[in-house]
């Protein structure tokens, strides 16, 4: 067959013309000189070996690849290195960004944390990239229009913004608005002296400490749901029920349908080869090969590069030769190393970048690339600032920019939403002079910022007057109750600290803190339990990766990244070439003193 392809057009070896589109043979070969292209099925001219044509000349920041110039960075054919071509996924086309495959998404959705969203409606992404609507107890956070809105438990009322248990609420006793005086406590929805018989009092509030969600097992505790759940109160004790389709595992509602750490039931992760992702279809695991890859008996091989799938799967090279452009060879072209077999170019390829088995390692949230160097191209969404991969969006100490961090205001904290810093003060204060201050009380802002009293005056309820009110102590001026006051807790000059994303508070006389807006209080901290590695879905879930690959907390939920060369395998990324308990595969352990060489126990 290839003979009489070669009649078609001319001898092996004939330079006379260029033989460019002349169709591969049944075994993806052509002449010397050319290599087959496997998407055209045609051949083109192999890399400097076409004397009819010399080499492109290419900018500073593109590759030869064949006989053309290409940007690796954003070239859907050679995305991230030569002819690593992004396919269809999931139902939708994919590009090339910064050198990694990412959907192109309908004009109705945006790409956010590498998937198509509906920013009008995805709780995640309510309005923009990372902008997430939170829960809190007896209310879920949904996505509505593009702004965030709260949706209230069944046995609850949607009042003034917030979710009210009517039959315990103080302010809302019965009815919205209807408050109950001073003196009074709401038990079962009427205004009272005393609570009602197994009641119990909190803060004006009767309730069952076995089955609120304000007050589970004690006044305060809170049921707080997570995302794809509801908070529920059972015998004094929080627990979740997760939505259809999800189960409660490591702390939080998991997609046993789609999650490849828990892929149809808790605990069950999924296994992929070197050169793919680990995925879970309809509560199946599987895995999806890279650009540039497909999978043959079970693995995710380069068939331009690979001397056993050469070509295609299994069409093996003969000892002594090479693979190269999908040909075997005698040696690699000249700009190639020979790397066990395998051409590979050290300008581009990161497995084997500047040299044979030299590897580039990527941090959480980005992929490896080789450009003449190991680089690493952060996932789409986000930046690289000091070595790591961060969303400007969301990130205090990177608030737009690299190193652009937010200052919090004395007595307050910050946050930083769509890339611009937040300043957040305790309830009940405001900001004056850059300072979170009460005008209730505060000599140099009462009533108002700026509005200072005489040196023989002290604030009351917003005033200036000579005299404190009984119940209140004189603190510089400060008429205040230091049962409450964070800055004179328990007594004058008894400051309360609080730690990032945190406000401060004082309870009896005592100091403590309240985590913002979605953070969550893990020990004496407020973390982020969607992002963080070390509270990963829940307090105390540490999201852990063995050597050869970085660990990253996505969306409330574990995600290990392996480096070029290593699969995935039980959670952990391993070289299938040198591993004695995964040695050519996840799972296959070598015996007694043998040792693997090559995927093979020897």
Same mark, same amino acid.
């Given at each position: ?309 050469? $070509?295609? %799967?299994?069409?093996? &090279?003969?000892? @002594?030769? =090479?693979?190269?452009? +999908? *040909? !075997? ?89 769509? $890339?611009? %810093?937040?300043?957040? &003060?305790?309830? @009940?204060? =405001?900001?004056?002079? +850059? *300072? !979170? ?166």
């Amino acid at each position: 067959m290839l003979s009489t392809l070669l009649l078609a057009g001319a001898c092996a070896g004939d330079v006379s013309r260029d033989l460019t589109g002349l169709a591969c043979d049944e075994r993806a070969r052509c002449v010397e000189g050319y290599s087959c292209d496997l998407a055209t099925q045609t051949c083109l001219p192999a890399r400097g070996a076409n004397p009819l044509a010399a080499p492109p000349a290419c900018s500073e920041s593109e590759t030869v690849c064949g006989d053309e110039c290409v940007e690796l960075r954003r070239d859907p054919d050679h995305c991230g290195r030569c002819h690593a071509r992004c396919a269809s996924e999931a139902g939708y086309e994919q590009g090339c960004v910064e050198g990694r495959c990412v959907p192109l998404c309908d004009d109705a959705l945006t790409l956010c944390s590498g998937s198509c969203v509906d920013l009008a409606s995805d709780p995640g992404h309510c309005g923009g990239c990372g902008v997430r609507c939170e829960s809190a107890a007896g209310a879920r956070g949904i996505c509505s229009e593009g702004e965030c809105r709260a949706t209230c438990d069944a046995a609850l009322t949607a009042c003034n913004g917030g979710c009210i248990e009517l039959a315990s609420d103080p302010s809302n006793c019965g009815a919205c608005g209807a408050a109950c005086a001073a003196d009074e406590v709401c038990s079962e929805g009427e205004c009272s002296s005393n609570c009602a018989v197994g009641l119990v009092e909190c803060a004006g509030a009767c309730v069952d400490p076995e089955l609120s969600v304000f007050h589970c097992g004690q006044c305060g505790a809170q049921c707080v749901p997570p995302r794809h759940g509801t908070s529920i109160c059972t015998d004094g004790t929080c627990d979740v029920v997760c939505d259809a389709g999800f189960g409660f595992c490591a702390g939080t509602c998991r997609d046993l349908a789609r999650d490849p750490d828990h892929c149809g039931a808790c605990d069950v992760g999924c296994n992929a080869p070197a050169n793919a992702e680990p995925a879970c279809v309809e509560g199946a695991c599987t895995f999806t090969c890279e650009a540039g890859t497909r999978e043959c008996d079970g693995v995710c091989v380069d068939v331009l590069a690979d001397p056993l799938h050469c $070509g295609g %799967c299994d069409t093996r &090279c003969g000892e @002594g030769q =090479v693979c190269a452009g +999908g *040909s !075997c060879q005698g040696e690699c072209p000249a700009t190639q190393l020979d790397c066990a077999g395998v051409c590979v170019d050290p300008n581009t390829n990161p497995e084997h970048c500047g040299g044979c088995e030299q590897s580039c390692t990527a941090p959480a949230n980005a992929k490896s690339v080789c450009d003449g160097g190991c680089e690493i191209a952060c996932d789409p969404g986000l930046s690289q600032c000091a070595g790591e991969c961060v969303n400007t969006d969301l990130r205090v100490d990177h608030c737009g920019g690299c190193d652009e961090a937010c200052e919090a205001p004395q007595g307050g904290t910050v946050r930083c939403r769509g $890339g611009a %810093c937040e300043r957040i &003060c305790s309830a @009940g204060a =405001v900001e004056c002079a +850059g *300072s !979170c201050v009460d005008l209730e009380q505060h000599p140099q802002h009462c009533g108002e910022c700026g509005r200072a009293c005489a040196s023989n005056e002290v604030c009351l309820d917003g005033s200036c007057t000579e005299d404190c009110a009984s119940g209140t102590t004189n603190c510089s001026g400060s008429c205040t109750e230091t049962a409450s006051d964070a800055d004179n807790c328990g007594g004058c000059g008894q400051v309360c600290g609080a730690p990032a994303f945190a406000t401060r508070r004082c309870d009896d006389g005592e100091c403590t803190f309240a985590c913002i807006g979605g953070y969550s209080r893990c020990g004496e901290a407020c973390v982020d339990l969607e992002s963080d590695p070390a509270n990963c879905g829940a307090c105390g879930v540490v999201c852990q990766v063995s050597d050869g690959g970085s660990a990253a907390c996505e969306a409330g939920s574990c995600a290990v990244s392996c480096s070029p060369g290593h699969a995935m395998c039980k959670k952990e990324c391993v070289n299938l070439l040198s591993d004695r308990k995964h040695c050519g595969g996840c799972d296959i352990k070598c015996r007694g003193n043998q040792v693997c060489e090559l995927g093979t126990c020897v």
